[in-house]
């Protein structure tokens, strides 16, 4: 079954510090890894997704098959970095049952 | 010029109303979709539309009634509201089915007194 997986819920780095927000999953078929950011009282929208391997706001995310794994880093975390942060996996590219499942989020606080 | 756009943005109602949330997109997408975002921020997939048509029913109960008089359009009615349904519920919409990324609404906090 898929399935996703943030094991931290809460993380907190002072400004400056390397960060890394983990996600692992779960699917048997070819995945498709996306990650989320809801800043306060923002709605939900896009920060990057595998397929661009591109960085976003300076952050980055390398989807490790082997791993299952599709951890998301920024070398030097920013005050305004602070947000919750939701790993998805988007299964059945192309079919009518594709949909996006959801971690359960990682709430990213930045010290001064 | 907002994409997404949801209303009302809180909805404080009693056990056993009915109430309903409306969404709405402006960008020309085919599919929309409904999430509900429970107290501990989890965030589940309840329905989507396809160009009016349900394509995805996310086992849940049939209180829950989507309804898409349009592509540009999805509105949520719920009966007999439970303490239960208490969370934020998220309008998102996709160019087309099976397609990414999601343009999501601000939510909608429906608290159940």
């Known amino acids: 079954a898929q399935r996703v997986t943030q094991p931290e819920k809460l993380l907190s780095v002072f400004k400056g510090a390397p960060v890394e927000l983990k996600c692992n999953y779960s699917?048997?078929?070819?995945?498709?890894l996306f990650w989320y950011v809801q800043y306060s009282r923002q709605r939900l929208q896009l920060l990057l997704r595998?397929?661009s391997r591109e960085s976003i706001k300076g952050f980055t995310a390398d989807l490790n098959k082997g791993e299952t794994s599709f951890h998301l880093k920024k070398p030097f975390a920013q005050e305004e970095d602070s947000a919750m942060y939701y790993c998805?996996?988007?299964?059945?590219?192309?079919?009518?049952?594709?949909?996006?499942?959801f971690g359960r989020g990682t709430q990213l606080t930045v010290w001064p | 010029d907002t994409a997404v756009s949801q209303t009302p943005k809180y909805l404080v109602t009693q056990m056993g109303n009915d109430k309903s949330i409306k969404c709405e997109q402006n960008?020309?997408?085919?599919?929309m979709y409904w999430y509900k975002q429970d107290s501990k921020k989890f965030l589940k997939i309840m329905f989507s539309?396809?160009?009016?048509?349900?394509?995805i029913n996310e086992t849940v109960p049939n209180r829950f009634s989507p309804k898409s008089p349009d592509k540009a359009h999805l509105n949520l009615h719920i009966n007999s509201l439970e303490l239960g349904d208490s969370a934020v519920y998220f309008c998102?919409?996709?160019?087309?089915?099976?397609?990414?990324?999601?343009?999501f609404g601000d939510g909608t906090r429906l608290s159940i007194l």
């Open positions: 699917y048997s078929g070819s995945p498709e």
């Open positions: 595998h397929i």
């Open positions: 539309y396809n160009n009016k048509e349900l394509i």
């Open positions: 960008l020309g997408h085919d599919t």
């Open positions: 998102a919409s996709s160019q087309t089915q099976g397609d990414q990324p999601q343009h």
């Open positions: 998805a996996l988007f299964t059945d590219r192309g079919s009518t049952l594709g949909r996006l499942y």
